[in-house]
């Protein structure tokens, strides 16, 4: 797949997932509730994690279609950029990282004010749930309870939550590769590779299907963060538009700054090379988009 | 029921509920993040919506065991109580209600700090989807599938967070019957409402069943919240174990400075007759500890 038919697919991708995000997330919750999440969520984002599940839907799919595991795979998708959302939220806030600018526009917390920022995190943590068990649907109950069962592992504190803890208590100290690679792989790596096994519950997937597609997911969340670290070092703001140069002025433990530049990015690459052969490992036939979203990842610029 | 054999109903249901929360919540969790949790949960609490979930299923078992939905009916007893205790995290910190003291004891963010408090409080949502989800486990997927859905509801911003926006948006603000009615029907009652739909997920419910546990749970709801205001004009902090007097010195609008305490008290008699009522109507036969936890939630000290 060349990069221009990635883009094509990607663009199909995020008009789908933005329709469905701003259809589920309700602007009616009340008192300004749903005005702080739809802000939280709507109109920024790369949508990674939402394209991975799509991707590996896709690659389980094995070129049918499928009404219900088709919606199985969107709601997926958009419950796990909810939690991405929600963690952003709160990790922006003052007792946490106390940053005033996401994507470029002001933080939930400095728009609407902690209190409503700390309520819209954990009512879009909820809405997720809800999203993957809809009351009316086809969706098969395994299916929903499979996907609640990885999403809430990957969030929580063996995952998502518990790599925050690590990060919180790492500041200002020295870490080993192992132990940052173990921050990193909970912290950021858990949701990314949730996303990939999110997609292919979404489908029958063999245990060399799953086995190798966990191995994808791996090695493109650990590399996410590898690049996230050489990007927060060589661009500027306005590109990634966030705050650039936080790791270091917070003196964080970065890949950069343990292993040096030059092996930060020759590390990337070793990892998007793991990936793929993690993928030609599973023996399906229809990867290239997975494929090409690995090599997004690794070559991006923001 | 006698109130003697409630005691003895709920002293075995606690240490169950109890047992079960200390096994689920691992203090293995990374940097400190599974004390927390565990100081947040465990050893304190009247458990009221675990008890509410046990009693419904009960009341839907027909005086029958099942292993399968046993184990569901105690995860979904888990699962209310993490959501919350989570809520009470959150609610304790300095944006919010800015409280130090929770059931005699320093609360999560003056023991760990605010940033670890925020994050045992997401951990332990994500905690509360991920017991109602089991990987090995011979509860049926739709069950599986219903109690997350239920939950999530009850948690987000159509029940508890959004009555808890509603409750921010409305401090110094005079609100009429129907408007706090609405407030708390969301705050507290969704999930108190949640936690006996939740226990009669677990068995086989007729429609009028359903309706009728419904109707009780939501009686009992709000009748909760009007003698919660009651106790907080007439009891003092050591028999509450919390801030007495805190709704006023808020300037928060409750029962009682809108209807008076005199006409609060019958207010709460009324929604006991209504819960019980809705017991009756359900046709089930083992429905008292439902009805003998109504009388308790109602005539209570603390």
Redesign the interface.
Known sequence: MTPAELDQWSDHGLVVVENALSRWI?PE??????EA?RYAVLDGGKRLRPLLVLAAREAVAHGTTDAALDEAALRAACAVELIHA??LV?DD?P??DNDVLRRGKPTVHVQF????A??A???L??????L????DTTI???V???L??L???A?????M??????D???VGRALTEDQLRHMHR?KTGALLEGSVMMGAACGAATQQVWIGLQRYGQALGLAFQVVDDILDVIADSATLGKTAGKDAANDKPTYVSLLGLEEAKSYAQSLLREALDALHSTGLTHTQTLAALAERVVNRNT
Do not use: V, W
């Open positions: 309700s919750a009340p008192a300004g509730l749903g999440m929600y963690s709160h806030m007792c946490m004010g902690e209190a409503q700390l309520l995190g954990d009512a943590q909820a809405l997720a749930f809800a993957l068990t809809p009351a098969p109950d395994g929903q309870a499979r609640c069962r999403l809430a592992a969030a929580g504190h063996a995952g939550a518990g790599g925050q803890a690590i919180l208590a790492s909970l």
